[in-house]
């Protein structure tokens, strides 16, 4: 295959991952914007295979059924409660492949066109080392993300005194050594970046708390993105940089945006909380407070009698996977003449979108689905607001206690509902360690049990 025309193809592969982007921005599109994405990444492929300097088809097919393989296996045993874990996961591939080019790069450079052992041209060392630590830090940090989503470490935050002061000194002292390789060219330095890159990675992530996870994810998915552009500077392919930027930019943006929809600091998320105070977690007092609990007869009796239902799904839903029964619980509902729709925050669950996709396999229709800022000033003429397993993103506190670590973070208005019902298993705060304050209220009546046991029991008492 000719080098133009790679290069053309490589352009359209390009194109379709931008109309693949451009798809997500809506559930109406997003079929069809993966479906473009999947296309343009065929004929990247492709292209890729058909270039004369490949050497070695066996092993490319071995990497591809391998990889292939176990992608499939997790894609098929992956429950939608653990795709942020999964999100995380395939971040920290990413972020490791880079490094592993980056290695093979410093090691056989004449493959790649870039000079001979321990005399790369000073562009290319520079790119190099800056597309291993940035990929070494997301291979960590990403693990990191990981464990503390899958509950295997503590979700709350590790911090220690000084930990600022080090992270920046350490920032620091990277940045140096990827300078001295243009002048000087070492084993030492080159494993010394990436060694300390590895060091980064752990410590920019423990001090992030559980609450800000979502963030997280999206941080590291857009580091994944530069690490991938970097190392294709590294490779002269234009597709890497091209999609690597693509990747990078959006991840940054939508860390921007989810940073605006909790009330944190961008670039203090971005550099690991740098700056960041230690978190304090409100322990639960409840003792001098009182609240209304009810059955789920309680609650089918209240929505029967109402005219409007505001649900707002949370992580709960999703752990319980009760989308379903709540779908039926909704249909029922509306068949009676009662408006019924869902209301969206925008870091619900684990990851931007996730409770979008839950309510899509439940066939929930789109119109029905909307985010904060479309449905926020209707609770007040609501008759019922269905909380089911959401938590910090419906407390007041965010808007009337300046002593809360959530404060200022938007939530969702469900409080001026003229009823609210409160789907949870128990009194137990939310991911931010946050006593809500919604639970105290006296038009709240709190319904404990799980999320679907309390949709079935409530679809039951209805029929």
């Known amino acids: 295959m000719t080098e133009n025309l790679s290069s053309l193809l490589y352009l359209a592969s390009s194109v379709c991952f931008v109309l693949a982007i451009r798809g997500l921005n809506s559930p109406e599109t997003a079929?069809?914007?993966?479906?473009?994405?999947?296309?343009?990444?065929?004929?990247?492929?492709?292209?890729?295979?058909?270039?004369?300097?490949?050497?070695?088809?066996e092993l490319i097919l071995v990497a591809i059924l391998l990889g292939g393989g176990i992608g499939t296996f997790l894609a098929l045993k992956t429950k939608m409660t653990s795709l942020p874990q999964l999100v995380a996961l395939f971040n920290s591939v990413v972020g490791l492949a880079a490094c592993f080019v980056a290695i093979a790069a410093f090691y056989r450079p004449e493959a790649y066109?870039?000079?001979?052992?321990?005399?790369?041209?000073?562009?290319?060392?520079?790119?190099?080392?800056l597309g291993s630590a940035i990929g070494a830090i997301t291979f960590t940090g990403s693990v990191i993300a990981f464990a503390k989503l899958q509950g295997l470490v503590s979700g709350s935050p590790v911090t220690f005194r000084g930990q600022h002061q080090i992270n920046a000194l350490l920032g620091i002292i990277l940045s140096s050594l990827i300078i001295s390789t243009i002048f000087e060219q070492t084993e030492i330095l080159f494993w010394g970046i990436l060694c300390l890159s590895f060091v980064l990675g752990v410590l920019f992530i423990i001090p992030i708390g559980g609450a800000d996870m979502p963030v997280v994810i999206s941080m590291l998915?857009?580091?994944?993105?530069?690490?991938?552009?970097?190392?294709?500077?590294?490779?002269?392919?234009?597709?890497?940089?091209?999609?690597g930027a693509l990747v990078g930019a959006s991840g940054a943006?939508?860390?921007?945006?989810?940073?605006?929809?909790?009330?944190?600091?961008f670039f203090n998320v971005i550099l690991g909380g740098f700056g960041l105070e230690d978190p304090?977690?409100?322990?639960q007092n409840t003792a001098d407070k009182s609240i209304k609990s009810g059955?789920?007869?309680?609650?089918?009796?209240?929505?029967?009698?109402?005219?409007?239902?505001?649900?707002v799904p949370g992580y709960g839903l999703a752990v319980a996977q009760a989308q379903h029964a709540?779908?039926?619980?909704?249909?029922?509902l509306q068949e009676r003449g009662i408006e019924v729709r869902y209301a969206i925050h925008p870091v619900a669950?684990?990851?931007?979108?996730?409770?979008?996709?839950?309510?899509?396999?439940?066939?929930?229709?789109?119109?029905?689905?909307?985010?904060?800022?479309?449905?926020?000033?209707?609770?007040?003429?609501?008759?019922?607001?269905?909380?089911?397993?959401?938590?910090?993103?419906?407390?007041?506190?965010?808007?009337?206690?300046?002593?809360s670590p959530i404060f200022g973070m938007p939530v969702l208005d469900v409080e001026n509902a003229k009823t609210v019902l409160f789907v949870k298993r128990s009194m137990a705060s939310g991911y931010a360690g946050v006593e809500n304050q919604l639970f105290f209220k006296d038009n709240t009546m709190m319904l404990f049990s799980d999320a679907k046991q309390m949709c079935d029991e409530i679809v039951q008492t209805l029929k």
Not at 385 to 400: C, E, H, L, R, Y
């Open 349 to 403: 669950g684990r990851m931007p979108g996730h409770m979008n996709v839950l309510l899509a396999e439940a066939s929930v229709p789109y119109e029905s689905v909307l985010e904060l800022d479309m449905i926020n000033r209707d609770f007040a003429q609501t008759d019922v607001a269905f909380v089911i397993g959401a938590n910090d993103v419906t407390n007041p506190a965010a808007k009337t206690d300046s002593s």
């Open 326 to 332: 709540l779908r039926e619980m909704a249909d029922i």
């Open 31 to 57: 079929r069809v914007g993966n479906f473009v994405g999947i296309f343009g990444m065929l004929i990247a492929i492709l292209t890729t295979l058909a270039l004369p300097s490949i050497l070695s088809y």
């Open 280 to 283: 304090v977690i409100q322990k």
């Open 221 to 243: 998915n857009s580091y994944s993105g530069w690490a991938a552009c970097g190392i294709g500077f590294t490779l002269g392919n234009i597709l890497m940089i091209i999609t």
């Open 295 to 311: 059955t789920a007869s309680d609650g089918a009796f209240i929505m029967e009698n109402a005219s409007s239902v505001i649900i």
């Open 253 to 265: 943006i939508l860390s921007y945006i989810m940073c605006k929809g909790m009330n944190r600091s």
């Open 113 to 129: 066109g870039i000079g001979t052992f321990l005399d790369i041209s000073s562009l290319s060392i520079v790119e190099m080392n």
